[in-house]
């Protein structure tokens, strides 16, 4: 089942890519000492490539083709982010990114003048040019068709979607497939698989296996790739709980590419496992000036604010996301933990029954559950209740199913300290994603007052921190 809200086409076939180049030349612009390399999605100075976030890249592309004329801040908007409602500022953070990378400080530069107001033109003589002569022409096909793969599928992954991560992981096969010399393609395959496994749609240890192998493809070929620095990261952050290392990756990844809204979000959440609450939302609120409209980035901005228990803006930041997509597991399942925190059981159970229903239970057997758990006098005050056991029985892992560590949760706020600890045990030994925030997160309040919690935290290499109250409930 696939998130349909976004419709997102499926990757182009390598031979209608190769049929299509063949019939129109590729698209090539040179301004100055750059190269813009359309097909590839790169610009280069001379043989340097420079790193644009895909936004930036977009902008420069759109006043590149229209170099000479004056193009408004509306068109910009609307050929970026197309039927997608965006605040018009936006368009200076990309802007001010572009005329770093150019060299091109002034207001009137020699690259990009502002228009006060109205928008901008892109001043420089811009001659377009054809492949060089020199260049295989099977090898620029191939290469231009793995870059196409790569593009859809991060698309796909940067939706946060739950639905969309097996397509991703398939088109970035696709591209190593075409192209095994294609750095990107390993590192993004990489990312994939450390979201199937961060997502559990998948068996963790079988993802992390190959993300691990993609990974150190992906730097062999190219160490100074930020997406393989990225994707180190990820392995070294997920995997391997390697919190000092994957820092580090984090770092070079954004000193290659301080644009990468990706490593905003992970180097966030690095912060906040480790107790960095107020430094990892400030973090996460750079990628959203970077991509404001991304439904994963302002999810994750609202499990950063369930990590400072703030609950009421977990609220809103959710709702945001699910406004975007209304099948994003992942927003979904922080908005029935933060509505559960404050006391409001109707909408967790409505929240619930809508995170069922997304994943194929059928609307009216969840009803019927959350009807007969209305009925038990002790449903209504102890969690889980009827139709949270149900979603844990029934659901996949993704879903809010039963993992060890969701039991163990489960198992802790119904007094089954005992029971809960054993299944927090097995999650770790499995190393399963939901530990990450064993330190910060609020659904792990009720274990933290036990001793026993602190030598758990030790074996993820995190100190005991202090909390804050836990909400009544």
Same mark, same amino acid.
């Given at each position: 089942?696939?998130n349909? *809200?976004?419709?997102?086409?499926d990757?182009p076939?390598p031979f ?13 612009y040179?301004?100055?000492? =750059?190269?813009?390399?359309v097909?590839?999605r ?16 977009d ?11 004056l193009?408004?801040?509306n ?8 039927n997608? =409602? ?5 368009l ?29 033109r892109f ?6 040019? +054809? ?12 290469s ?46 990489a ?44 392995? $070294? ?18 000193? $290659?590419?301080?644009e ?33 409209a991304?439904t ?12 400072? %228990? ?8 959710? *709702?945001?996301?699910? #406004? ?24 967790m159970?409505?929240?619930?029954? +809508? !995170? ?5 239970v059928?609307?009216d057997t969840?009803? %019927?559950?959350?009807a ?6 002790? #449903? ?62 609020? !659904? ?20 005991? $921190?202090?909390?804050? #109250?836990?909400?009544?409930?």
């Amino acid at each position: 089942m696939r998130n349909n *809200q976004y419709p997102l086409n499926d990757p182009p076939t390598p031979f209608a890519n190769m049929r299509g180049m063949l019939a129109h030349p590729p698209e090539r612009y040179v301004f100055g000492a =750059f190269t813009l390399d359309v097909p590839e999605r790169r610009l280069s100075r001379g043989a340097t490539p420079i790193q644009l976030s895909p936004k930036t890249f977009d902008v420069l592309l759109a006043l590149v083709r229209e170099a000479g004329q004056l193009v408004s801040k509306n068109d910009l908007l609307g050929a970026v982010w197309p039927n997608t =409602f965006v605040e018009e500022g936006i368009l200076t953070v990309h802007v001010a990114a572009l005329r770093k990378r150019l060299g091109d400080t002034a207001r009137g530069g020699a690259f990009i003048e502002t228009v006060s107001r109205y928008g901008y033109r892109f001043v420089a003589p811009v001659h377009r040019r +054809a492949a060089p002569n020199n260049v295989n022409d099977i090898t620029l096909h191939r290469s231009t068709a793995a870059s196409e793969f790569v593009e859809c599928g991060r698309q796909r992954l940067l939706t946060g979607s739950y639905f969309e991560l097996e397509s991703a992981a398939e088109a970035f096969q696709a591209a190593i497939d075409l192209d095994h010399a294609y750095a990107p393609a390993y590192a993004w395959l990489a990312l994939a698989r450390c979201e199937q496994a961060h997502a559990e749609a998948t068996a963790t240890e079988h993802a992390y296996d190959d993300a691990k192998r993609a990974a150190l493809r992906a730097l062999a070929l190219d160490d100074r790739s930020a997406e393989a620095q990225l994707a180190l990261a990820t392995v $070294l952050f997920f995997s391997e709980w390697d919190w000092v290392g994957a820092e580090r990756s984090l770092r070079r990844t954004l000193e $290659l590419d301080p644009e990468c809204v990706e490593a905003y979000l992970r180097y966030g959440t690095l912060m906040e496992v480790c107790g960095r609450l107020d430094e990892g939302l400030r973090v996460k609120l750079q990628a959203l000036e970077r991509e404001p409209a991304s439904t994963q980035v302002l999810a994750q901005i609202a499990s950063s604010y369930w990590c400072q %228990r703030k609950f009421d803006e977990a609220i809103v930041w959710t *709702q945001r996301a699910l #406004d975007r997509d209304a099948t994003h597991a992942s927003a979904r399942t922080t908005l029935a933990f933060a509505l559960w925190k404050i006391g409001k059981y109707d909408r967790m159970a409505e929240t619930l029954l +809508a !995170q069922a229903e997304s994943f194929g239970v059928a609307a009216d057997t969840m009803i %019927r559950v959350d009807a007969k758990s209305r009925r038990s006098p002790e #449903d209504r005050v102890r969690w889980p209740f009827g139709v949270v056991r149900y979603v844990l029985d029934n659901l996949p892992r993704a879903g809010g199913g039963a993992s060890a560590a969701t039991l163990a949760v489960a198992k802790g706020e119904r007094g089954e300290m005992d029971a809960a600890f054993d299944c927090l045990d097995v999650a770790i030994t499995e190393r399963e994603p939901g530990v990450i925030h064993l330190a910060v997160a609020p !659904q792990w309040d009720t274990l933290r007052r036990d001793p026993r919690f602190e030598r758990h935290l030790a074996r993820l290499g995190l100190p005991l $921190l202090p909390q804050a #109250d836990e909400a009544t409930h």
